[in-house]
């Protein structure tokens, strides 16, 4: 059976803590149950780590391919062969079920697949001048990265900050969040074990406003890779404008998905609801806001309601389970305000909207239906376990409700008119569209918001070329 590990930093190859430095209890969120105790960085750990990062960046940026190659292929290696240990990690510290665990860090190894052969296709070109002269546009990688991972992905999350920057020749500072740093010292170190330079690589913890601060503020840093809410990304790209740092920013989402009188309304039942049990509905590109043509609005809410009701909620450890609890306790405490205010200006409850048992962060998978705009949660990102639907007369409107609000990261739509979907993948903003699918991220495809859901992107050739800046060089 896997134990949950000692936790430590990872500053230049050495496991740092203890020394009197603060620390921070790590929870199972099944049992609120302290299970381990994280060390902090103090200002001396963190300067230790740019010295080291630096280093690493002069190493890292005369690689060739080839070892880039190897150790993110090694790494990926290692992923399978310690997936159920990992899995289960992460499931110990973040709730989620250990099937879905599995599943993250398949995440990992693909995109650590996909950049080991990206590595070498990152081309400049040549340009077209008289002979006897010659002018070339290059990649070159941007530098140190200072990289900030949070909880609700505590495996594949971590394996997008280290693999892109890695893979373009940059080191990197990872600070993940402190309420899953098990799963992220999992990851960091299948890429030293496979070979990569310890001064490449680094794991920090800490005060997260102390360790932003610091790193970002450093000269040492070029580039600021975050994934988190909007509140903080918004903090965090301020500091970065006084460093003039280039930024990867992955924010909150509050994902509309459009479903037509013209589908199959069990098929779509049948993917959507999974989709928003999955991690008890912490995800960024989950499906949240349902805008339903009002002939089927009824027949979906309805099954919407019963499969809901039919998922298996426990804790992430038990065979079977589909649904764990939510990973902290803030989370349980905004489902509550954000479901009694929607209550209040007269949403109806056709489920859930409460905490389930008296231990851990357990809440019911919760439909809300006929929720009028302005309640909190029909422009607040819920981050949990709700499917708010609502009634709509057409696609116009529907198509407005779906570009409504300032947040724009995944959008979904079911119809099976084919005029319907290309006016639907023209019209949508969104970073990443689903039509007909829930299928909206893979290894080989950028994945990112636009508006207020950030800018940038992770996975796909776009996340490497993200940790690169171009040089044109004229030869006379
Ligand atoms: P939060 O806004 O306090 O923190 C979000 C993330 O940012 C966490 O990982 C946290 O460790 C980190 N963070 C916070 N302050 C920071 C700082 N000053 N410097 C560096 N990192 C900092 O909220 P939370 O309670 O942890 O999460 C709640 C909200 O965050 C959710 O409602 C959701 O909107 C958003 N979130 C989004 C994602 C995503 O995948 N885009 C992931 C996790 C959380």
Redesign the pocket.
């Known amino acids: 059976m896997t134990q949950y590990p000692t936790l430590h930093m990872i500053i230049d190859g050495e496991k740092v803590s203890g020394g009197g430095r603060r620390t921070f209890s790590v929870v199972n969120p099944a049992t609120a149950e302290t299970i381990g105790e994280l060390p902090l960085a103090e200002a001396a750990d963190l300067d230790r780590a740019l010295e080291t990062a630096e280093k690493g960046f002069a190493i890292w940026r005369k690689s060739s391919p080839q070892e880039r190659s190897a150790v993110l292929q090694g790494a990926a290696d290692l992923l399978v062969q310690r997936q159920d240990d990992i899995a289960h990690i992460a499931s110990m510290e973040q709730g989620k079920p250990v099937a879905e665990a599995r599943i993250e860090v398949m995440m990992s190894v693909n995109l650590f697949k996909f950049y080991a052969g990206e590595v070498f296709r990152l081309y400049g070109r040549e340009l077209v001048r008289p002979a006897g002269t010659r002018s070339t546009v290059r990649h070159e990688p941007v530098g140190p990265v200072a990289a ?6 505590p495996i594949g ?1 971590c394996g997008r900050k280290l693999g892109a920057p890695i893979a373009a020749g940059c080191s990197v500072i990872m ?1 993940a ?2 309420e899953t740093p098990g799963s992220a010292l999992a990851v960091v170190q299948c890429l030293l074990d496979a070979g990569l330079p310890k001064e490449v690589a680094q794991a920090v913890f800490g005060v ?2 102390e ?2 601060r610091h790193l970002l503020a450093s000269p040492i840093t070029r580039k600021l890779s ?7 990304g918004k ?2 790209m301020k500091l970065a404008a006084d460093n003039m740092l280039r930024t990867t920013m ?4 509050h994902g509309p998905v459009l479903v037509f009188d013209d589908v199959d309304v069990d098929h779509v039942l049948d993917v959507a609801v999974p989709g928003k049990t999955r991690n008890c509905g ?3 590109v989950s499906p949240t806001r349902f805008i339903v043509q009002e002939d089927v609005f009824e027949r979906f809410r309805d099954g919407f309601i019963a499969r809901m009701e039919a998922t298996k909620v426990g804790n992430g450890q038990e065979e079977g389970t589909q649904m764990g609890p939510m990973a ?1 306790p ?2 349980p405490e ?1 489902m509550d305000r954000l479901i009694g205010n929607a209550k209040e200006k007269g949403a109806k409850l056709g489920t859930g909207g409460e905490r389930i048992g008296n231990q851990g962060y357990f809440y019911a998978p919760t439909v809300l239906s006929e929720v009028p705009l302005d309640a909190d949660i029909m422009s607040e ?1 819920p ?1 949990g376990p709700v499917a708010l639907i609502n009634p709509y007369r057409g696609e116009e409107e529907m198509i407005a409700e779906a570009n409504r609000l300032p947040y724009a990261l995944a959008a979904y739509s079911w119809t099976n008119d084919y005029q319907r979907q290309h006016r639907l993948a023209d019209q949508i903003e969104a970073g990443m569209v689903g039509i007909n699918s829930h299928m909206i991220g893979a290894a080989d495809s950028p994945f990112g918001g636009v508006k207020w859901s950030g800018h940038g992107s992770e996975d796909g050739p776009e996340g490497v070329l993200a940790c690169m800046v171009t040089k044109a060089v004229h030869e006379g």
């Open positions: 900030f991972a949070p909880w609700n992905f999350n600070k969040a402190e997260p406003d360790v932003s975050f994934t988190g809410s909007t509140v903080v903090h965090l992955e924010l909150g989402g912490q995800v960024c902290n803030r989370r905004a990102e981050f």
